[in-house]
Structure formats: structure tokens, C-alpha cells
């Protein structure tokens, strides 16, 4: 059972907020139900199944990584879908439906400034030729991945990539439709635990 409190996230962004339990080495990147800004969404549901999406592509993409040692080293230590059963704020009242609980995977802990990668493509070689590596085994949506020790051919550990661009093709579909086709609601409605892919490895 996965319990984690406001008091231990240690960054947020657009889509998912990322925890870090007392004397744990381990990071759990929980995704947002809806933007935190207090508007209307007219979209809600449409974009709560996205997050769904983009969660499952990371998901795939790490677990996918674990068959290329090499290109594993270059990315956080992955330790799986991380359903979690509530999120508690300072007053220890739940949050949870502020989250999609089952869209939630555990990591190491890398400490220290990530920056973005697409910057520096073509003045950091190694970089470059790290993100063709991702996409030449299958992960191909690295454009938008941010880097620990970027400069460090080494060291350097990537975050923020996918199989492929959900969110892209997401947004393209629900700006043409108006909204998500009957097949992508019907794909990304059932829990992640339950999809064939995060069912698998």
C-alpha cells in the first residue's frame, strides 16, 4: 500500500507532481486528475484520459529500457507501476481525487538541477547521440526529456521521455473533434493496471 504526503513533493509539473518519502531513495511520479489552477476545464475528461496515455508511454518506455542495459544506466533505476491508495495534505486530509492514483510509477531519486536536452542536441554530441539511441530501440518521443548532469557523457540520466508523443497526438485529436474519439475513451477509461501493456513485464 502506497500512501504519500503533500509534505514530501519535491517538484510539480504540468501533468504529474514527484514524491520522495522519508528514508527512501525512491521517487514516485503520481499524475495530476486536472490542472491545479481552479478553472473550468471543458475538456476534463479528454484530458484526464491523456494523462493516462502519456503515463502508460513512460511506463512502456522504462520498462522497454531494461532490455538495453547500456541505455538503461542513462536513465533513472525503475521499480515499476506504483498504483498509489491516497495522497495526504498537511492537515492529513486526503487529496487523492486530485490525482489519478493508478497512474503512478516509482524511480531512484536523482538529485540535483535536470535541464532540457532539445537545446543541446547539436552542441553536446554525446547528448545527441544518446537520444538517437532512445529512438533507434523504440522510444521514440525524446524531444521533450530533460537530463541530469547533462554536460557529463557519462553520467548523464534522462527523465521525461515516451514510446511516443501521447500528449501530441491527443491534443491533435481534440482539437480537430472537439474531442476523444470512441475508441481512445474506451482504451484510456479502464485503469492502468488493466491495459495489456502495463499488465506485461
Known amino acids: 500500500m502506497i500512501r504519500l504526503h503533500l509534505a514530501d513533493r519535491f517538484d510539480t509539473g504540468a501533468f504529474a507532481d514527484l514524491f520522495s518519502p522519508p528514508g527512501e531513495k525512491r521517487a514516485y511520479k503520481l499524475f495530476k486528475r486536472r490542472d491545479q489552477n481552479g478553472l473550468p476545464d471543458p475538456h476534463q475528461k479528454d484530458h484526464e484520459l491523456m494523462r493516462r496515455a502519456i503515463c502508460d508511454s513512460e511506463i512502456a518506455a522504462y520498462r522497454l529500457l531494461q532490455s538495453h542495459p547500456h541505455l538503461a544506466h542513462h536513465a533513472p533505476q525503475f521499480f515499476g507501476h506504483a498504483p498509489v491508495t491516497d495522497v495526504l495534505d498537511s492537515e492529513g486530509r486526503s487529496i487523492k481525487d486530485d490525482y489519478l492514483l493508478d497512474c503512478c510509477y516509482c524511480m531512484s531519486h536523482i538529485q540535483g538541477r535536470a535541464e532540457k536536452v532539445s537545446g543541446g542536441r547539436e552542441k553536446l554530441p554525446h547528448a545527441a547521440s544518446l537520444l538517437r539511441e532512445f529512438e533507434q530501440v523504440g522510444i521514440s518521443y525524446v524531444r521533450d526529456c530533460s537530463a541530469f548532469f547533462l554536460c557529463d557523457p557519462v553520467h548523464i540520466c534522462?527523465?521525461?521521455?515516451?514510446?511516443?508523443?501521447?500528449?501530441?497526438?491527443?491534443?491533435?485529436?481534440?482539437?480537430?473533434n472537439g474531442k476523444l474519439s470512441e475508441k481512445q475513451m474506451a482504451r484510456w477509461s479502464r485503469p492502468l493496471g488493466d491495459s495489456p501493456r502495463a499488465a506485461s513485464g
Open 158 to 176: 534522462l527523465i521525461d521521455f515516451g514510446i511516443e508523443d501521447r500528449h501530441g497526438q491527443l491534443s491533435e485529436e481534440i482539437a480537430m
